[in-house]
């Protein structure tokens, strides 16, 4: 029977590369089963009720749940959420600091979509004076936190960002206010206001797991043949050296 000679480097960049083709499969596996979850808690809390805004800083898990509130908009220390993408075209979200007149209780809330087509231009928006009721839900990030990328000692309003940390705007502004974004629903004060759960759903994460393991499978496969070709060149290089000595 022939011998299987794989190689020694063969050997070595399997070793390196099989479990880790492997792992990186089963991640994507579990980022989403993740997904699946965070979407079947958001479709089922985004069919609730609205909570009173008295209920939201005694409630332990605000992610996704809708919030009823009443107040005024600060229009003079507005954020301009960059990079925001709707049909392929370019523009911000705005989000402005919101205070709920039930709780005194500052909230950063996300107005929504609009576009942003020429850069040397401001974008265009305005913000309702008077006292208004609104629905919003509260959004917290799967990924990372929210990072607040402006000067923290900018004077200058509106401030165009890439993210945002409400802890560190209420820091800021002296403000007492709640930790997390909420997200704006299509109402009278707002703008478009279709939102993303997550940027890649889950049927996206199994298929990067079908390919990593589609690698995997390769590899192993081609490692496989690479020893069994190997084997077989030696066992004919053997015979032929036989030959001629006899």
Known sequence: MKRYRPGILPTLVVALLLPLLVSLGFWQLSRGAEKSALLQSYTERRAAEPMASTELQHTADTAFRRVRLHGRFDAAHSLLLDNRQRDGKV???????FQDQATGLWLLVNRGWLPWPDRRTPPQFTTPAEALSLDAWVYISPGATFQL???????????????????????????????????EESGPASYRADWP?????????????VQ????????????????????????????HESTQHV
């Not at 523009?91 to 600091?97: C, S, V």
């Not at 403000?175 to 997390?180: K, V």
């Not at 759960?197 to 797991?209: C, F, L, R, S, T």
């Not at 690698?215 to 496969?221: D, K, S, T, V």
């Open 197 to 209: 759960v997550v940027a890649m759903g889950p049927e996206k994460h199994i298929a990067y797991a």
């Open 149 to 183: 990328h402006a000067d923290p000692d900018a004077t200058t309003w509106p401030q165009l960002v890439t993210a945002v940390n409400p802890t560190k705007l209420w820091s800021t502004l002296g403000r007492e206010g709640f930790a997390y974004e909420l997200r």
């Open 91 to 97: 523009g911000i979200e705005l989000l402005q600091p």
């Open 212 to 239: 990593w393991f589609a690698m995997a499978i390769a590899l192993f496969g081609l490692y496989l043949y690479l020893g069994w070709q190997n084997a077989k060149e030696k066992h004919h290089g053997s015979g």
